[in-house]
């Protein structure tokens, strides 16, 4: 059976580091704002340095956002600071996209383009913070860059209505695939989800979200085929013993069940970072943040708001440098 969480002792995926930084082609640094002097000479500890996500090198769906968890708190009540930081971490994409960061937390950015990153793209992350005045008492330190480009455009549709899944690259279905989905109790979660890895094999057990042991929902399974979409564990997954019910009903307990055929083909289909959107459903909403990377639930307008530069705050003008497509992290 399915499960929205995997059991102790079982195989889960394991969760990469956040923002993990790597290496990458740095671009030409950006011009410092005025009213920001320099300051190298602090401590490596007492200086503000970010690492970014994903992992640097790889080639990850058009969903994935990038990630920055900064080495010390920047508080909301304290914009100036903010926009900073904003000013220093730079994303440039090939070919250009409009974009933003995002404040998840004190420590915790977020980018994505307006629309979803562009199939086969470069994308190009780097700190200009090495010497930023951030606050009386902080100044920014050095920061390793990032690169990772993007592959084709994967989009997992699940009609949660009509039972049935469609799989799309670049726009032209490649696969049409009868599904369960969670039924009264358990629904699935409606919205746009991203992929976090995939698992060919994960213990589900019912315990692990609450399910007694010797009650008729309680399940102890092996699955196979399990492409993780949210942390609590909730996956596509192979689900043998619903063929009956897949197509015409929704008997799981949150989780995208499928033959073990269709499964299999799935978890080869899709990379990290491919998108997965849930319609015509009864489930609670992805949440933005937390669980995942529901980013693209939030409407473009809302998604700027989080951002120091908000309405009405001047943002810096857009640098492409000598790198065609170049983006502004404020944009």
């Not at 602090?42 to 790889?58: E, H, I, M």
């Not at 315990?207 to 909730?234: C, H, K, N, P, Q």
């Not at 197509?247 to 033959?259: A, I, Q, R």
């Not at 309405?311 to 944009?331: H, I, N, Q, S």
Request: hydrophobic share 35%; with cysteine.
């Amino acid at each position: 059976m399915d499960q929205l969480r995997p059991a102790p002792g079982g195989r889960p995926l394991r969760r990469p580091p956040r923002g993990r930084a790597g290496r990458g082609r740095r671009p030409p640094p950006r011009p410092r704002p005025p009213g920001l002097p320099h300051r190298r000479g602090a401590p490596a500890g007492d200086r503000l340095t970010v690492s970014f996500g994903p992992d640097d090198g790889g080639t990850y769906g058009v969903g994935h956002p990038v990630t920055a968890e900064l080495s010390h708190p920047v508080p909301a009540d304290d914009p100036r600071a903010r926009r900073a930081v904003e000013r220093a971490l730079d994303v440039r994409a090939e070919p250009h996209v409009e974009g933003s960061w995002y404040w998840i937390d004190a420590t915790t950015l977020h980018y994505r383009p307006r629309g979803y990153w562009p199939a086969r793209a470069t994308v190009r992350v780097h700190s200009g913070l090495d010497g930023t005045r951030i606050t009386d008492d902080l100044y920014g330190g050095p920061s390793r860059p990032l690169a990772f480009t993007t592959g084709a455009r994967i989009e997992a549709v699940t009609d949660v209505a009509a039972h049935r899944m469609r799989v799309y690259r670049d726009g032209r279905l490649l696969r049409t695939l009868p599904v369960t989905t969670g039924k009264a109790g358990y629904r699935t979660r409606s919205g746009t989800k991203v992929v976090l890895g995939k698992e060919p094999v994960v213990r589900m057990r019912g315990d692990s979200i609450g399910i007694a042991r010797g009650s008729d929902d309680f399940y102890d399974l092996e699955v196979r085929w399990a492409t993780r979409v949210t942390w609590s564990g909730e996956y596509l997954h192979a689900a043998p013993w619903s063929l009956d019910a897949q197509g015409s009903e929704d008997v799981s307990h949150g989780c995208t069940g499928m033959s073990t055929e269709d499964a299999a083909w799935l978890f080869r289909t899709v990379r990290e970072g491919d998108l997965v959107r849930v319609v015509n459903g009864y489930g609670e909403p992805m949440s933005p943040f937390g669980n995942g990377f529901g980013d693209w639930n939030l409407g473009w307008a809302e998604w700027l708001r989080g951002s120091a530069f908000g309405p009405g705050v001047p943002r810096p003008a857009a640098d492409a440098g000598p790198a065609a497509g170049g983006l502004d992290p404020a944009l």
